[in-house]
């Protein structure tokens, strides 16, 4: 299968999945998970008309986004370390992966240096699972309020990493629960949330029909990713 044909069947999978649940493909963006992969790939999927890619790791992002087309927008979707926020500030137009109070304060500060305003996701670990990163949704509700009093941070909604499973019907449940927890967010914060980033290869048509706006698809469109030996930053 071509690039072409993988993106053709993603957006087909996407706008059936979107019928099922009544709802406008309009409203589910497609984000290009690029990590592993080269800038030619990056290109190549650009001139598909892709426009939106995320990247796990600032250090690939940095090395790589300065070869890859100018109008290409990209977001940190990995876990984010306090030294590395002053990168991500400059590389990326949203970070989805904000898991703690300490990391919002740190990319605050980032961004206020350099006169920018960040759009952020926060990250949910629904399942508990020890081998992701992520707030316990107790954990988010209590430190909703300091978060968003940080005057160089938006929040625009939740990203969720459901657990693997060969059986997506299983996770539903996961994907149901972030989209309860954002409307808990919205009362807390008096405000509407437009993004529920959730959905990957295996899960992404499930999470569509459980309100996904955000899906981030790395192998289903690039096919199995280049070996990294690197740890991840
Ligand atoms: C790698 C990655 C993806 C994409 O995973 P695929 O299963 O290859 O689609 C999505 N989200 C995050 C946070 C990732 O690290």
């Known amino acids: 299968m ?17 019928a099922r649940a009544g709802r406008d493909p309009a409203d589910v963006t497609l984000l290009a998970v690029a990590k592993n992969h080269p800038p030619e790939t990056v290109r190549a999927a650009a001139e598909l008309g892709l426009a939106l890619f995320g990247e796990n790791r600032v250090q690939e992002a ?34 989805q992966s904000v898991d703690s109070l300490a ?9 206020d240096k350099a006169a920018k305003t960040m759009p952020v996701l926060l990250e ?14 107790a954990q988010l509700l209590a430190e909703l309020a300091q978060i968003n009093a940080l005057p160089r941070l938006e929040i625009h909604g939740l990203m969720t990493i ?25 009362q807390i914060l008096g405000a509407p949330l437009p993004h529920l980033s959730m959905g ?17 698809i790395g192998s289903a469109l690039f096919g199995p990713r280049p070996r990294q030996d690197k740890k991840p930053d």
Not at 125 to 137: L, M
Request: glycine share 6%; proline share 6%.
């Open 2 to 18: 071509s690039l072409a044909d993988n993106l053709d069947s993603i957006q087909q999978r996407i706008r059936a999945a979107c």
């Open 162 to 186: 459901a657990p693997w499973t060969p059986e997506p019907e299983k996770v539903r449940p996961v994907f149901r629960r972030l989209r309860e927890l954002k409307t808990q967010c919205e």
């Open 103 to 111: 990391l919002a304060q740190e990319i605050n500060k980032s961004c």
């Open 200 to 216: 990957m290869s295996g899960d992404f048509e499930i999470a569509i029909e459980e309100g996904a706006t955000l899906v981030r």
């Open 124 to 137: 949910v670990n629904i399942a508990g699972e020890g081998s992701k990163f992520g707030y316990s949704p």
């Open 62 to 95: 940095k090395a790589k986004i300065p070869l890859c087309p100018d109008r290409l927008r990209w977001h940190m979707i990995g876990h984010l370390q306090s030294n590395k926020c002053r990168d991500a500030v400059h590389f990326f137009e949203m970070i």
